[in-house]
C-alpha cells in the first residue's frame, strides 16, 4: 500500500509542468486545512500583487474576478462547453456561455502533536495523532453564462488515524468502526466551498459557502479572517466610484456535531464593509452583528449602521463590533497597514484606562515588502511579511455560553488566536516561474490561561464594569518555525510544511487536477 501511495505522488509531482493557475470567478481565501487545489498561497500572492501593483487596493474577499471569462477562454482547455454568439445571431439563447469541469483530490499525510491545532489543545504528547493515508477527491466546476458565473468544489475525504480520530479541519467527521466495515476502521466526510453570482454593472449579488476576509492583514486580520470555518451566505457588494460597499449575511452554527438538536438554534451573523481606495491609500470600516434565535433581515441593508440596530434588540441575543482600518501602499514595493477593533466599551475613557474587561478591543499592525525579479528570464515573486496582533480578553465573547458569541463552530469569525492573546508573525517567501514555491514563517505566540481567554468564557452580567482585567497574565512565549516548500504544476502539485520547536508537525500533499 505505501509503495503504491509513494508512486502515486511521484507520477503526480512529475506530471504537471505547467501553469497551475485556473480561472475561478471569485478571488477567495486561502483554503488550509481542506479542499486543497494546486496552488500553495494564492492570497499571499494576491496581497504580493496588491503591493507590487499601481491600481487602487480593495480588501475584502472573496471578490468578483473580473478577468474570469477572458481567463476561461485562454486556459480552460478542459471546458466542457464553450459559446460566444456570432455576429447577427439573433436567437433566444445566451450571447454567451462556458462551462469547466475537473476530477480534483490528493493524498495527504498529517503528524505532529496537535495536528495543526495546538491553540485549543495543549496537552501535547497526548494528543498525538498520525493521519495516514489521508485520500480526498471530488468534482472542480466553473462557468458563466452571460452575466451569471458559478464556481463548486465539492469532495469527500477518507482517513486512517492511529488515535482516536479528532476532526483536523474542526468540522463534523464520521468514525467507520472496524466491526462494522470487514475489519476496516477510517474516518469519512465531505466538505465543498462555492458561489453562484450575478453580475451587473455596479453590483454583484452572491449566493456561496466560503468564508470572508476583510482588511488588509493576511494572518492576523480581526473582524472577519480567513482561517475562520466556513459558512453559509448571501453576500451584495456595489461600487460607486472608489468607494466599495459590501453587506452578506452569514448562517452560523455553534456546535459541530450534526446529531445535536441544539444546532436547531439559529445564530446569525450580518456584516457591512465600507473601503475608500484613493491612489495609493484605502480607508476600511467593517462591522458585523451576530444574532441568536432573533432573525432581523433589516440589518442586511448596507446603509443601516449595526453598531447603532445592536442597541434596538435584547442584549442577550445579540452581540456586535466595529472595526476601522488603513493601508498605504509605498513606491509600489511595500504596504504598511493596520486594524483597530472595538468588541465593547463603556465610554472613550474605558478604552484608555483598560482597567476593567468591559474595554474589548483588539490591534494589528503589518507590514509586506514585495517585489518581482528576473532571473534568467524567468520570473520571481519575492517578499516579507510580519504582523502584530494583540487581542484584549474577553473579545468575541458574550454573556451566555454558545449564544450571541463572535464564533462559527466554537471558533472565533476574527483572528484565530482568540480573546487574550498577543502574537508576532514574520513570514519569508518566495515563487519562481510560477512553479516552485518557498516560505518560512516564525511566530512568537503568547495565550492567556486564565478565564476570559477563550470564546465562551462568558462576561459576567452584572459586575461586568467592576471585574478588572488582566491581559497575558502568566503566559509564557512559545516559539515555532515553519519551512514549507511547494511545487505547483497545471495537472498536479506537491506542497510539504515542517512546523519545529513548539509545536512540532507535518503536513505533506500531493494533489491533482485533471
Known sequence: MSKFILSFISVLVLGGMVSSMAASPVIGPEHTRNLKLL?????????????????????????????????????????????????????????????????????????????????????????????????????????????????????????????????????????????DNSGVEYVSYARYRAHFAFNYDWLRVDFGRDVMHWGPGYYNNLTLNQFALPYNMLSMDMFVGPLHVLTFYGDLRIYSNSMSMENKKERHLFGHRYELAVGNATVGLSEIQVLFDNMKPWLFVPCVPLFMEKGNYSENSNNGALAMD??????????????????????????????????????????????????????????????????????????????????HLGYPLGNQNGPNSQVVDWTVYGRFDGHIFVSVRNSWFWKGTDYGSAVNDTTPFRVHRKTPKKFLDGA??????????????????????????NDKKVYLRAGFKF
Open 39 to 179: 496552488e500553495a498561497s494564492p492570497m499571499l500572492f494576491e496581497l504580493h500583487r496588491q503591493t507590487t501593483g499601481d491600481h487602487l487596493q480593495y480588501f475584502a474577499y472573496p471578490r468578483r474576478d473580473t478577468n474570469f471569462i477572458k481567463h476561461f477562454r485562454e486556459t480552460e482547455g478542459s471546458a466542457l462547453l464553450y459559446v460566444d454568439r456570432l455576429p447577427g445571431d439573433t436567437s433566444s439563447r445566451p450571447s454567451s456561455y462556458g462551462l469547466a469541469a475537473s476530477i480534483v483530490g490528493g493524498v495527504d499525510y498529517r503528524g505532529g502533536g496537535s495536528l495543526g491545532d495546538s491553540l485549543w489543545h495543549r496537552d501535547g504528547e497526548s494528543l498525538k495523532d498520525t493521519i495516514w493515508p489521508g485520500i480526498d477527491g471530488g468534482l472542480y466546476l466553473r462557468g458563466f453564462i452571460d452575466s451569471v458565473d458559478f464556481v463548486l468544489d465539492a469532495r469527500i475525504y477518507g482517513e486512517g488515524h492511529t488515535k482516536n480520530a479528532r476532526s483536523f479541519d474542526r468540522e463534523f467527521l464520521e468514525t467507520q468502526k472496524a466491526e
Open 476 to 501: 509564557s512565549m512559545e516559539y515555532s518555525i515553519t519551512p514549507a516548500l511547494a511545487y505547483e504544476g497545471r495537472y498536479a502539485s506537491f506542497m510539504s510544511e515542517f512546523t519545529l520547536i
Open 326 to 407: 488603513f493601508n498605504y501602499r509605498l513606491f509600489n514595493w511595500a504596504r504598511l497597514y493596520t486594524e483597530f477593533f472595538m468588541d465593547d466599551m463603556e465610554s472613550p475613557v474605558s478604552l484608555i484606562r483598560n482597567d476593567n474587561i468591559e474595554a474589548k478591543w483588539a490591534w494589528m499592525a503589518g507590514l509586506q515588502v514585495a517585489h518581482d525579479f528576473k532571473v534568467k528570464g524567468k520570473r520571481l515573486e519575492a517578499g516579507s511579511i510580519a504582523e502584530y496582533a494583540r487581542i484584549e480578553p474577553y473579545v468575541y465573547s458574550h454573556f451566555e455560553k454558545n449564544t450571541a458569541q463572535l464564533a
